[in-house]
C-alpha cells in the first residue's frame, strides 16, 4: 500500500467519523428537546396534582359538612317520631275519655 492510498483510506475514514459525529450531535440535539418536553409534561402534571389535592381536600371538608347534617337531621327526625308516637298515646286516651263520656250521657 502505498502513503497516498493510506492517506486515501484515512481522509475517508476521518469524513465517516465527522458524519457520525455530526449524526450524534444531532440525536443530543433532540435527545435535549426531548427531554424539555418531559420536563415541561412533569410541571404540568406536578400542577395538575395539585389543583387535584385541593378540590379532594374540598370535597372531604364538604362530606364531612354534609355527614353532620345527616346526623343531625337523623336526630331530628328520631325525635320527631318519638314525639309522634306520645302524640298517638295521647290521642288515643283522650279518644278512650272521649267514648267513657259519651256511653255516661246515653
Do not use: C, P, S, Y
Not at 450531535?25 to 400542577?47: A, C, N, P, V, Y
Amino acid at each position: 500500500m502505498t502513503n497516498e492510498e493510506f492517506q486515501k483510506i484515512i481522509l475517508e475514514e476521518i469524513r465517516a467519523l465527522r458524519g457520525e459525529v455530526v449524526e450524534l450531535k444531532q440525536g443530543q440535539t433532540r435527545l435535549e428537546q426531548r427531554q424539555t418536553k418531559l420536563e415541561e409534561g412533569q410541571k404540568h402534571l406536578e400542577i395538575g396534582q395539585e389543583e387535584i389535592k385541593k378540590d379532594l381536600k374540598a370535597v372531604i371538608e364538604q362530606t364531612v359538612g354534609l355527614t353532620e347534617f345527616r346526623q343531625e337531621a337523623n336526630e331530628k327526625l328520631d325525635i320527631l317520631i318519638e314525639e309522634n308516637d306520645i302524640i298517638k298515646e295521647i290521642n288515643g286516651r283522650h279518644e278512650v275519655d272521649i267514648r267513657r263520656l259519651k256511653r255516661r250521657i246515653i
